[in-house]
């Protein structure tokens, strides 16, 4: 809740504003009961019909401003959720910028998407309600309550016995809610993550005839999640009947006592029917109450969630230099024994992950040097940990032992965006946005359509970007559904090479490009970006086979390095892949 409050911070005045608007307009009700007993008791007996056309009109004035400061409060109400939610929309959005690779693994994508989504969504409705429920609710309820003992003290005795029952039985079940809407949400987590893998690879689902057997697995979660939702609003759903219950028991009770007082003289008519009117108004007090608590209780667990990823520390702080390992030393860019595991130092993950687990190393002693405009080829099996490389140098993820140094600096001491700015980078299924060809190449860095279409040519796709009907203006669609894996990989490409990098990444990056086309890529990016740093992941041996050094990588460790003649000779991985892929071309 803390969350809620810090935020509708931002607008305090104009939340004040709509809370004084809505308890002028309570006042402005809980007057209308008083009036009418007036005009029934004191002045109806007066036989005179002025009295009753003014007190009539006071009555009218009081309804009608009862209405107009409800509307005006309530759309402020309104204005000022929406902004608070959109402020903690912004907020949850930069900082899952910032998270590291660790804590963005740990949270998982389909829980920070539910996040950004429901939770902040269930934010958004609780201070809606904290500025219209949690003003108008209570005001009824002990306005009502006081209003009761100024006609008659004794009747409202009834009252006011009953109001602190009523209130633990709110508190004693709004206490479980918490923590049962918490898992609720925590099943929805598990429902989009299953609903996003279903979306993502449905060709793949249909082409396999697995519809059924996926059908099965989101049903599963689906009853899952809204068995846990029915039992968190049942609970909360308990004091609902039961406060109905009391609040009838009491009415009949003052109309019982009530009734005989007008008999034995020692009470107006008109007190009965205002007491019936302000019992009204105090049961809608109640369950106003009680709709506060449950979507307080949500909200709570909601801005609980929220707040987890706004509070996650810094785990990638940037480092004074003095405090960087190995200062400056030999080559532009520079691993030295370079150990990682993933999910070291993070806390448990939702795929059911644990804080502390000690896993195998994805990286194991990688030590290579490379100098500015130098090329390095990196290839390997699946999952041996060719990509970790990449990304402990752009760092999404610090190494655990050892050092990653650019221009003998430790990463970890470069500003994260003046650092990545340095790089160019393409990555294997890469994003194609839903936007022209143009803006995917141009990527909001202000490129004019020379330089846009000089890397489309340079990765070999202005060919085919010109023989569209729009040409740059074609537009992709999500993912570059409308565009073959060649193209898509073509322009991707196109895009790294577009913001002139001083290091270009290439990681697979031309695995759906015939050997024609692969290599004409090639070509053009050492003859028109020879100062670049280039790295390479590749599978062919033909890709890499032309750069300056060969890192060959096995189960997380370096088993060659150096020259593709230098590693035919010293390292019979790397020359079985090559006589096999080679067998394959002839």
């Known amino acids: 809740m803390r969350l809620i409050f810090r935020s509708m911070g931002v607008y305090r005045r104009s939340i004040a504003l709509a809370v004084i608007l809505k308890l002028l307009g309570t006042f402005a009700e809980l007057s209308i009961p008083y009036i009418l007993e007036h005009i029934i008791d004191v002045v109806v007996p007066l036989g005179q019909l002025r009295p009753v056309l003014i007190w009539g009109l006071m009555m009218f004035a009081a309804a009608f401003l009862t209405r107009t400061l409800n509307v005006v409060s309530n ?8 902004r608070v ?19 963005f693994d740990a949270f998982g994508l389909p829980s920070l998407i539910s996040r950004m989504t429901s939770d902040s ?41 009953m109001l602190p029952l009523l209130i633990l039985i709110v508190l004693a079940v709004s206490a479980k809610g918490i923590p049962m809407y918490t898992r609720v949400q925590g099943k929805l987590d598990a429902l989009v993550r299953i609903m996003r893998e ?36 049942t609970v909360m759903a308990i004091p609902g009947p039961f406060l109905q219950f009391c609040l009838n028991v009491g009415l009949t009770l003052v109309v019982l006592l009530g009734a005989g007082r007008v008999n034995a003289g020692r009470m107006e008519p008109g007190v009965i029917l205002a007491f019936l009117t302000y019992f009204n108004m105090i049961a809608m007090g109640v369950m106003g109450l009680t709709r506060i608590f449950m979507t307080l209780s949500k909200a709570s667990a ?19 230099p003095e405090e960087a390992l190995s200062p400056a030393g030999p080559g532009f860019l ?24 000690r896993r195998e190393k994805a990286l194991d002693g990688i030590s290579f040097t490379l100098e500015k405009g130098e090329s390095l080829g990196i290839i390997g099996p699946t999952g041996c940990g060719k990509s970790t490389i990449i990304q402990l140098l752009l760092r999404f993820y610090d190494a655990g032992e050892g050092g990653v140094f650019l221009e003998g600096r430790d990463v970890r001491s470069y500003d994260r965006d003046e650092l990545r700015a340095r790089f160019g980078v393409c990555f294997q299924n890469d994003m194609v946005f839903q936007d022209t060809l143009r803006e995917n190449v141009n990527f909001g860095r202000g490129l004019d359509d020379g330089e846009v279409r000089a890397a489309l040519g ?11 009907p729009q040409g740059l203006d074609y537009a992709a669609a999500i993912k570059g559904a409308n565009l073959s894996g060649g193209q898509k990989q073509r322009l991707l490409v196109a895009r790294a090479l577009a913001g002139k990098p001083e290091v270009l990444i290439l990681d697979d990056s031309s695995s759906a490009l015939d050997y024609k086309t692969d290599a004409a890529m090639r070509r053009a990016i050492r003859e028109h970006y020879g100062d670049v740093t280039l790295i390479m992941v590749a599978q062919r041996v033909s890709s890499i086979m032309g750069m300056h050094h060969i890192l060959v990588m096995d189960d997380g460790k370096m088993i060659g ?4 003649e230098e590693l035919m000779e010293s390292c019979p991985v790397y020359r079985e892949t090559w006589q096999i892929q080679m067998g394959d071309m002839q």
Do not use: W
């Open 75 to 82: 759309r402020r109400a309104v204005e000022n959720a929406h």
């Open 85 to 103: 939610s959109y402020d903690v929309r912004q907020a949850l959005f930069r900082k899952i910028y910032q998270l590291s690779g660790n804590q």
């Open 121 to 161: 969504y269930n934010v958004q409705t609780s201070v809606q309600q904290l500025q219209a429920l949690c003003i108008r609710a209570p005001m009824m309820l002990l306005g009502g309550v006081a209003m009761t003992l100024l006609m008659d003290a004794s009747l409202a005795m009834i009252l006011v016995i």
């Open 198 to 233: 279903n979306i993502t690879g449905i060709r793949v689902v249909k082409a396999l005839s697995k519809a059924d057997y996926e059908k099965r697995r989101f049903d599963a979660a689906n009853e899952d999640m809204t068995h846990t939702d029915i039992t968190a609003s």
């Open 302 to 320: 909601s801005a609980n969630r929220i707040d987890e990823v706004l509070k996650a520390p810094t785990d990638q702080r940037i480092l004074a």
């Open 334 to 357: 520079r691993f030295e024994n370079v150990g990682f595991r993933y999910g070291e130092d993070s806390r448990a993950s939702d795929r059911g992950d644990f804080a502390g687990e």
């Open 458 to 468: 340079d990765a070999m796709a202005l060919e085919y970007v010109d023989a569209l």
């Open 561 to 564: 390095f150096g020259t593709h």
